[in-house]
């Protein structure tokens, strides 16, 4: 998760210096996708269920990447521009980038969800697609069981 994560924002900030490093990017994660295709289902063991947690600190890199990209987008713009207007432009971007990072991490409630929707779905658990689906210890999503 953290080289995936690692390697996009690699690409995202040197891709635009340099255009063949999205090449190298769509190799790689073409070459990664085929091996984790078969490594996961595979190759792995079950595990608890921890993709939002990783989700989620995958977002917020990317978003700490982003401030990386301006950074240096704006180094450059001032570098080759004749004046100084160019780059404060840029750089202004940065109160956008810092203030969607805040209402990212506190306006979502990914960790828990409101009460009314929990008990709706708790309501929903018992429902006619509940005798279908197969009693064997795993949870199995009720939108994936084959309706006869």
Request: hydrophobic fraction near 45%.
């Amino acid at each position: 998760s953290a080289r995936w994560t690692t390697n996009m924002v690699i690409a995202i900030v040197y891709g635009t210096l340099c255009p063949p490093m999205w090449i190298l990017t769509a190799i790689n994660f073409a070459i990664t996708r085929l091996a984790y295709g078969y490594l996961i289902p595979y190759a792995e063991t079950k595990k608890p269920d921890l993709g939002g947690v990783f989700f989620v600190s995958q977002l917020r890199h990317l978003h700490h990447g982003l401030v990386i990209y301006v950074v240096l987008m704006t180094g450059v713009v001032m570098l080759r521009a004749t004046t100084f207007v160019p780059a404060a432009l840029s750089g202004a971007s940065l109160v956008y980038i810092f203030y969607a990072l805040n209402r990212f991490d506190n306006h979502f409630s990914w960790e828990r969800l409101p009460f009314q929707e929990l008990a709706t779905a708790k309501g929903k658990a018992h429902d006619a697609s509940f005798e279908k689906r197969p009693q064997t210890g795993e949870y199995v999503q009720p939108e994936l069981v084959e309706s006869s």
